[in-house]
């Protein structure tokens, strides 16, 4: 199926324990981010990728690391899970087309860190 | 540093009411402006893009508006309906198509 396919989508951790989660495009879009969603702050950048190879920080990325050695994937890994970790990861990708800038998301990975 | 506020940020309507939701931004350099539907445990579905050329867009019900002088976009829904039940952001692009969110309405269209 075309589109963005996030993996798992709910996931019960324990504090301590390395997580990654998953996040694999279909359109070969340069462009991939990864947010987390929480309530009251709404959707904020963890990390974003501009094209295999290239990552960058977004506004909360302590405690998190990115890859993308491919082009269709960009997986997230929290290194040491932590209770404040507990979010909504929302993983999407963006194409510039006659002058429009155009998010498409992932369904989510809910993530309980206990 | 891009900010975007929504207001308000909840909404409760009878059905069959016309309805505005208003997003804010701080810095009018934007590509185009992007308003999102998110129903509960859901992810994003966009529904309106409008471009910084333009002034107005629809889609069915929906009609969004951007003023980018003042900084401003409004979505405005026709004849709600207890299905448009869900949370609105309004989401706007920077640099390296970061992209800047709302932190939503939330809309209840009671039947």
């Known amino acids: 199926d075309a589109g963005i396919t996030q993996s798992p989508r709910y996931k019960i951790t324990e504090t301590g324990r390395q997580v990654t989660l998953m996040c694999h495009q279909t359109?070969?879009?340069?462009?991939m981010f990864w947010y987390r969603q929480d309530l009251g702050h709404g959707l904020r950048l963890i990390y974003y990728?501009?094209?295999?190879?290239?990552?960058d920080k977004g506004e909360v990325p302590d405690g998190y690391v990115v890859s993308r050695s491919k082009t269709e994937n960009f997986p997230l890994t929290l290194e040491s899970a932590t209770r404040s970790q507990t979010s909504v990861y929302f993983c999407a990708s963006s194409e510039v087309a006659e002058g429009k800038n155009i998010q498409y998301f992932g369904a989510g990975t809910r993530l309980s860190v206990l | 540093k891009q900010e975007v506020t929504q207001i308000p940020a909840a909404l409760s309507v009878p059905e069959g009411e016309n309805l505005v939701l208003n997003c804010s931004f701080t810095d009018s350099a934007i590509y185009n402006l992007q308003w999102f539907r998110q129903d509960p445990g859901k992810g994003l579905t966009s529904l309106l893009l409008i471009q910084s050329s333009q002034r107005e867009q629809t889609s069915g019900r929906l009609n969004a508006s951007l003023d980018k002088s003042s900084g401003r976009s409004t979505l405005y829904i026709a004849a709600s309906q207890p299905g448009d039940s869900a949370t609105y952001l309004c989401a706007v692009p920077g640099g390296y198509q970061k992209v800047t969110f709302g932190i939503g309405t939330k809309l209840q269209v009671i039947p």
């Open positions: 359109w070969s879009h340069s462009y």
């Open positions: 990728s501009a094209a295999a190879d290239i990552t």
